[in-house]
């Protein structure tokens, strides 16, 4: 088996949904249930991949699995796990937004990528860790919607931020400004005010639906939709083995057919011809 993790950078807000509530937010994105960190569910990035892969019939049920109507029936070579958040864009006076994250996600991150660099800095209340070049912090202090953080530079927040522009922003030459900019805006919250902004900060669509007449909102037609904003840097564990149908592929050869037939971008979660949910992909260490 081989981990072959995928970093994800939403480019359009992405809505990846639970269906219809009861709660203040009709259609809400998908949330952990323990810390309620936002997440895409490994069975949709799974069928997004194999939607949008370019490859030949044969190859794609090798690697994700036969289709359940054929008699001849075998799972596929890869484990897709759930999303998870590493980088959530936060409004900032100054920089224009920030990418914040916190320790708990940080451990994860470095659980699942080993070469990721270490955080073991503590950081409670309205405390917060930033680069040494920071733009989002002016004078120790850093002000994320309406609230305020005091702000200490740290070594290993430079590390982290080189790490992320190097192995999880996308590559394209298009992407060195995002590049430069976690390095100058990440900034790492605690976990209790990371947890607030993921749950209060995300964006919030009210939506219509018009009669085709009278161009009037239609009898219950009403609804608002829950997002991830754009700039949000997730990953997902995804392992890859060797294959189950009889053609002797290797883990090795199923991590390099992931890396060669997946499009750097493609589009993920609901509401595609709105133009919701376009992703970049990046392989750790690819």
């Known amino acids: 088996m081989k981990s072959v993790p995928l970093f994800i950078y939403t480019e359009t807000s992405l809505h990846a949904g639970v269906g219809s509530t009861v709660s203040a937010i009709d259609l809400p994105i998908q949330r952990e249930r323990t810390t309620q960190f936002p997440i895409v569910q490994g069975s949709g ?10 490859a030949n019939d044969d190859d794609l049920e090798a690697v994700f ?13 890869v484990s897709v796990g759930d999303a ?4 959530f864009p936060v409004r900032s006076l100054n920089g224009v937004f920030a990418y914040t994250t916190c320790p708990a996600v940080l451990a994860r991150v470095r ?3 080993p070469s990721f660099p270490a955080f073991n800095a503590v950081v409670t209340g309205e405390n917060a860790l930033v680069t040494s070049s920071s733009a989002v912090a002016v004078g120790g202090r850093a002000v994320l919607e309406e609230f305020s953080f005091t702000c200490t530079a740290d070594k290993s927040v430079d590390a982290i931020a080189k790490w992320l522009a190097d192995n999880a922003f996308p590559k394209a030459p298009e992407y060195e400004y995002w590049r430069t900019k976690v390095q100058n805006s990440l900034i790492v919250l605690s976990d209790e005010s990371f947890r607030d902004f993921v749950q209060n900060s995300t964006e919030i669509v009210t939506r219509v639906r018009l009669e085709r007449d009278t161009k009037t909102v239609a009898q219950g037609a009403l609804w608002t939709q829950e997002a991830l904003p754009s700039d949000c840097l997730l990953l997902s564990a995804i392992f890859a083995r060797s294959t189950r149908n009889g053609s002797n ?9 992931l890396r060669e037939s997946i499009p750097s971008r ?3 979660g ?5 133009g919701s949910g376009m992703v970049a992909l990046r392989w750790a260490g690819a």
């Open 266 to 268: 493609i589009q993920l």
């Open 111 to 113: 659980r699942d990528v």
């Open 45 to 54: 990035i799974k069928g997004a991949l194999r939607s949008q892969a370019t």
């Open 249 to 257: 592929g290797t883990a090795d050869q199923v991590a390099t057919w």
């Open 270 to 274: 609901g509401d595609e011809t709105t």
């Open 84 to 87: 998870r958040i590493v980088l």
């Open 65 to 77: 699995g036969a289709d359940t109507k054929k008699e001849d029936k075998f799972a596929g070579a």
